[in-house]
């Protein structure tokens, strides 16, 4: 063990990359926009129905960090595994602010523009992808979305510690409460982690 100090202490905090404390799973994203005769159009896609996990729900391509990819890296193989939209493709325009979910994921947002590629002639992976569609950027940065929440309680197993700590079975556990957002555009729904991102982005273009 070294010798600790405070020349020690500020070394090591100096090396150390802030990140969110514990253990999370990694995933990342792209915004995908496409110059069109609208002007810029963020392109979503519908979940495939045969999915596990939220089958029918809108998102952007994207997923699970693999191996030591890095977060863009797992944003640009994402989207060419669902969308067929190779990387050399994508203009890299930066990033949003990443997420951190309830359930112990990290999510990180990139923006990128598709070049020489056309949103009618998408090769979609039919085992991940239903349907893409675009929205207008303008429709989302000229309204807010409707803001619903959901209330997220402790549930505690029997065979918890309980006296270690003040108050036993009685301890006053913090209720968390979670804002889920809302955009509607025609028929489509676009709400949850992916219209957090959407608001994020335009907020930040707003500044």
């Known amino acids: 063990m070294p010798d600790i100090n405070s020349d020690y202490i500020s070394q090591k905090l ?8 514990g253990v999370f ?11 069109t ?13 045969t999915l596990r996990r939220q089958p029918g729900d809108v998102c952007f391509p994207g997923g699970g960090r693999d ?9 640009l193989r994402e989207t060419w595994e669902e969308t067929g939209i190779p990387a050399e493709n994508i203009e890299i325009l930066g990033q949003t602010d990443y997420v951190i979910t309830s359930y112990g994921a990290v999510i990180t947002p990139f923006v990128g523009l598709i070049k ?4 009618d002639r998408l090769r979609i992976n039919p085992d991940e992808v239903e349907e893409t569609f675009l929205v207008p950027l303008s429709f989302f940065l000229n ?8 209330y997220i309680n402790i549930e505690v197993p029997d065979d918890f510690p ?20 809302f955009y509607f555009y025609r028929h489509q729904v676009i709400w949850g982690f992916t219209a957090r991102v959407v608001k ?4 930040i273009l707003k500044q």
């Open 162 to 181: 309980f006296e270690h700590i003040v108050g036993g079975r009685n301890y006053g556990w913090s209720k968390g409460r979670q804002p889920e957002l």
């Open 67 to 75: 191996g030591d990819e890095t977060n863009l890296e797992t944003a």
């Open 14 to 21: 100096k090396a150390h990359t802030p990140a969110p404390e």
């Open 200 to 203: 994020n982005l335009c907020s």
């Open 37 to 49: 005769e609208r002007g810029y159009e963020l392109l979503f896609c519908k979940r495939s129905m």
């Open 25 to 35: 799973r990694h995933s990342a994203v792209l915004i995908p926009i496409f110059e």
């Open 116 to 119: 020489n590629t056309s949103p």
């Open 143 to 150: 309204r807010e979305p409707e803001t619903h929440y959901v």
